[in-house]
């Protein structure tokens, strides 16, 4: 893996796996890891590992510091030459900034979301650092993604905040790095200005079982192998299906939705806009 120095930045991208949001150390069991595991090794690593052009970038992923020796070695195995694990005993957020910090001395910084049982497209680090401005407080968002569901089904899919931004920071040591973790991705317009790009799908998404904080896409626009062959390195089964069978699909997910959007409709209004459909 690259070491994310360049003549005018540094670029690290960041990844949380296993960690804790309070002073408590967080529970995980040996399933729920493996299962995690599964999905970590076949998108977010084969992702990274294709990056086309060469660029250089840090990835850092965030584990809690207490761990079982069979998982400690199966990360550290996978890490060789791929990414960084940070082995951390307090809070994601109070210890992510400090892990980026103590890694550079660069004059601007980049710092990139990736989740870790999501996947991005084979030029997506050379996308970003496309957009590279030696300025504060910057954040990129590729609106453009596609969205997999475990039973096979792909959509396109339109995110305007979505869960792959960037930011680029000024770094001084008078004035700390705040990270791409600053806000929840649906709110970093509240700290830095959005520089929105369009064009072919850059990230993909995967909604499984586990996962808790991703739900299905309302796009009504289902996306072709081809178009995932053409933009991503990672394999998923995905199941053939005609438009028809895919709207009924889109229909069940609209009916899901809107009982959830009956009980909390301001935060259902707040989604729809981050998507782009209102």
């Known amino acids: 893996m690259p070491d994310g120095t360049d003549t005018a930045f540094e670029h690290f991208v960041l990844t949380r796996f296993s960690v804790r949001f309070t002073e408590e150390p967080q529970s995980h ?3 729920w890891l493996r299962y995690r595991l599964a999905f970590f090794t076949e998108l977010a690593c ?3 590992a294709q990056q086309t052009g060469n660029p250089r970038f840090r990835w850092l992923v965030f584990f809690d510091s207490v761990r079982e020796p069979w998982f400690e070695e199966a990360i550290e195995e996978l890490a060789a030459g791929l990414f960084e694990p940070v082995w951390i005993d307090r809070p994601f957020f109070s210890a992510v900034a400090d892990e980026v910090m103590s ?7 980049i710092t990139t979301r990736l989740d870790s049982d999501d996947a991005v497209a084979r030029d997506f680090i050379s996308a970003v ?3 590279f401005l030696p300025t504060d407080r910057l954040a990129i ?4 993604g596609l969205q997999y569901e475990r039973g096979g089904l792909l959509r396109r899919y339109t995110h305007r905040s979505n869960a792959f931004l960037s930011l680029i920071e000024k770094f001084e040591q008078a004035s700390p790095l705040r990270t791409v973790f600053v806000r929840p991705h649906g709110s970093i317009g509240d700290f830095a200005p959005v520089r929105h790009v369009g064009g072919a799908p850059k990230w993909l998404v995967v909604v499984h079982g586990s996962n808790l904080l991703n739900s299905s896409s309302l796009s009504l626009l289902p996306a072709s192998e081809r178009s995932l062959r053409a933009h991503f390195d990672v394999s998923v089964p995905l199941t ?5 069978a895919h709207f009924g699909a889109i229909l069940r997910t ?3 939705r809107g009982v959830r959007a009956a009980r909390d409709p301001k935060q259902a209004i707040h989604v729809l806009k981050n998507r782009g459909l209102l």
């Open 29 to 31: 069991p040996e399933e």
């Open 46 to 48: 084969t992702a990274l």
């Open 103 to 109: 890694r550079t001395s660069a004059a601007h910084v």
């Open 129 to 131: 650092q496309a957009e």
């Open 141 to 144: 968002n590729f609106d453009h």
């Open 240 to 244: 053939p299906m005609s438009r028809l």
């Open 254 to 256: 609209y009916a899901s």
